[in-house]
């Protein structure tokens, strides 16, 4: 069980390396549906110029 005054700053930062290692070595995708992307195309310009014309055109 969880007992707050048992927590010290070294058993913080080890719980913190440990999530850090699950998330990092994908551990949470099965959350996700198979449809979500897992590679995202590289942030450019251009890019960023076709995202902002396709939210203004949601916004009309």
Known sequence: MFEPDARTASRVTADVAELDAVVHGG????LVPDSV???YAPLTPELLRRVEQGLK????
């Open 27 to 30: 551990g949470f995708w099965r």
């Open 37 to 39: 992307p897992r590679v």
């Open 57 to 60: 055109r949601v916004a009309e």
